[in-house]
């Protein structure tokens, strides 16, 4: 095998994106540092120069997918109203999963080998910033905005979990999955509707992120 002269930087996310496929497929204790340097065609010192051991790559490629996701997060509960902030970030989070399904698979299922942030610093983040909406719709609605917080975890956790199940369960689609779970957090069930469709602004946020292939 003719071996590709890279730069530095390049030969390091070259290596990032090799092991975030076998970690993957095989999981932290599956991959070792041999198959990362064979995919990647460099011997396996060229692999520990620039990350030290297994748990170095790892870490970078856990990294580098909080980074993308936490901006889709970030980006998607920023604007408009609360329902369509609500909908947007979990239509965003969906398309996360449906466009970077590997990423998502090693944040969830054993991200902890990891030394750098895990998946549940992002839903740390992503519950301050729902709370924060929250608590100033609560203030229009003359309820007790103290308690956002806890509403926060619940729908966070509610996004997080029904996303999971969506991983391995492709069979529903995207759309149906986002509005079922936007019925539950902005209805509640005692006021489910029957047939729950997102709003046509969602809709247009579908378009856009799979356009831009998040």
Known sequence: MVRKRMRGPQRRQQLIEVGRTLFAQ??????????????????????????????????????????????????????????????????????????????????????????????????????????HILAANFERNKLDASTAILYGQALVGMVSMTAQWWLDNRDVDKSTVAAHIVNLCW???AALEAEPELSDHTQKVIEVLEKEGI
Do not use: W
């Open 26 to 131: 095989r999981g932290f204790d599956g991959t070792s540092m041999e198959e990362i340097a064979a995919q990647a065609g460099v011997s396996k010192p060229v692999v520990y120069e620039h990350f030290g051991d297994k748990s170095g790559v790892y870490a970078a490629v856990v990294e580098q997918e909080l980074v993308g996701l936490e901006r889709v997060i970030r980006e998607s509960l920023t604007r408009g109203r609360a329902k369509k902030r609500v909908e947007t970030a979990v239509i965003a989070l969906l398309t996360y999963i449906e466009q970077d399904t590997e990423g998502f698979q090693i944040l969830v299922r054993d991200a902890s080998k990891g030394n750098g942030s895990t998946y549940a610093t992002l839903l740390n983040t992503a519950v301050e910033e729902l709370s």
């Open 187 to 189: 209805n509640g069930l």
